[in-house]
């Protein structure tokens, strides 16, 4: 592909992420609208999806930030209802619509629509979780989600090859399928095990944050590289790097944390503005082909299909979820109570995404009927996205489920907090006892106490009264003023720069200094 239009399809992608953020519509379905339309201007050039493209690289990176991103705590309390839907509830569905496939559809072997139903397997919860944390969904019913996409792709992966050998006639039966699931799963794990204390400790190494970086953009690719190499999954050797990493990530260099940040978040919100992008400027290749299957039949198959997805979510996550509890009593005394709300937030938060579309593109010309798997899985991709991303948020209003205790959270963080800044004082008060290591004169030892204080002050000062005009607490207040003394500051320095009584490279380190200032508060200020 030529690099202009590269460059294209990601600065109008961002462009449109960028829009739908000033938009009731999640930026998804903005992105896969605007592919649709995209895809038939004229003079758009062609963005067929390639899956050595897009499966190891742009699958690894977006695992990775992902996993970094999540509790490894809460997903490993969480690890029953989460394997239940990541592995069951994948194996189960493609069980399920490779079972309707071959039944509705004349003339497709059973093999052939297993492929079908393991290739539109894995949900992609981008959205989903997207839309759950917008709109304060309770934190398990968001760790399930983020947990059950970073493992179904995997799953779905591992399904795909054993149905794909049966279809081609080079399958080794039940047996042969069961050992490369357990090779894919087990030695994914492995890879994963084996790498994440060795890189780890290269990160603690290393005190050049630019090297830092440049190390942790490499590490997804490295990890999911290395396990495809023994056959294993490298999905699943990339969201185990990256939990550890994730979970360790506080014995990194701060400097590191920030640009680390700063720069993951750029990769996300590219990469998933471009896949979106990239699934709706596939129809007129989808539409290609089709054959004997063109018209009302086609359509026909689409609903079906569609239909089954939808169904077979439903006729697992509600049996998945209370049938545990009926049999327990462990799980029962466990687990928190739920009611039927939340399974059905689950089931209905089932949209499909590129990395169906991208195992849809690499089934092989040989397979047969491989344009109809091409265009049922591009239509419930984006019946998915479409019926129920659009219909997500109202159904998450009507059925109201308890929000987020804020107050109870901003508590718990203020009694961190009074523990940590304890801690911090003892702390201070050894080292300024032993002179020789740390002289101070007393009015930087009071300028330590009174930051110390002011941190500890914070997060009270949010559970305190507000400002009847402006709506702000005293902490709102004390950040605003903050901010505003670093811009005076910093319109200073600016000036004597103009004035040539600093030079630039002066400058640029006053405003440096200004910026970390103004990036911790803004850090405070956000969570």
Known sequence: MEVLPLVALVAVSAAVAGAARRTPVPAPLLLVAVGLVAAYVPGVPSYALDPHIVLPLLLPPLLHTAAVDSSYLDLRANLRPIALLSVGYVLFATLAVGWVTYLLVPGVSLPVALVLGAVVAPPDAVAATAIARRLGLPNRVTTILQGESLVNDATAITAYKVALAAAVGVGAGWAGGVAEFLLASVG?????????????????????????????????????????RVHASGVLA??????????????????????????????????????????????????????????????????????????????????????????????????????????????????????????????????????????????????????????????????????????????????????????????????????????????????????????????WERLGEVNPVTGESADDVYRRLAREMIEAEREVFVTLRDHRRIDDEMLRGLLRRLDLEEAAAYREETG
Do not use: C
């Open 188 to 228: 994914g794990v492995g890879v994963g095990l084996l790498l994440m204390v060795p890189i780890h400790q290269l990160r603690k190494r290393l005190r050049e944050p630019l090297l830092q970086n440049t190390l942790s953009l490499l590490i997804p690719f490295v990890a999911y590289a290395a396990a495809e």
């Open 238 to 459: 990339v969201v185990v790097v990256a939990l550890y990493l994730g979970h360790r990530n506080w014995q990194v260099d701060f400097a590191t944390r920030l640009q680390e940040e700063a720069v993951w978040k750029v990769v996300a919100f590219v990469l998933e503005s471009v896949v979106f992008a990239l699934i709706g400027l596939q129809l007129p290749v989808v539409l290609k082909g089709l054959g004997e299957y063109e018209g009302i039949a086609a359509a026909w198959y689409a609903v079906a299909v569609f239909l089954a997805v939808v169904v077979a979510r439903f006729a697992w996550v509600f049996p998945a979820t209370f049938m545990p509890r009926w049999v327990s009593e462990r799980i029962r005394t466990r687990e928190p109570d739920t009611d039927w709300k939340s399974p059905v937030i689950v089931g209905w938060a089932g949209m499909r995404g590129v990395v169906s579309l991208a195992i849809a593109f690499s089934v092989p010309m040989s397979v047969p009927h491989r344009n109809l798997i091409l265009f049922l899985t591009f239509t419930t991709v984006i019946g998915t996205l479409v019926v129920q991303g659009l219909t997500l948020p109202p159904l998450i209003r009507m059925l109201r489920l308890p929000p987020r205790d804020t107050r109870a959270e901003t508590l718990a963080e203020a009694q961190a907090q009074s523990e940590a800044s304890r801690a911090a004082e003892e702390r201070l008060a050894e080292l300024l006892e032993a002179p020789e290591n740390s002289t101070l004169p007393p009015p930087l030892a009071d300028r330590l106490r009174t930051v110390l204080e002011r941190r500890r002050n914070a997060v």
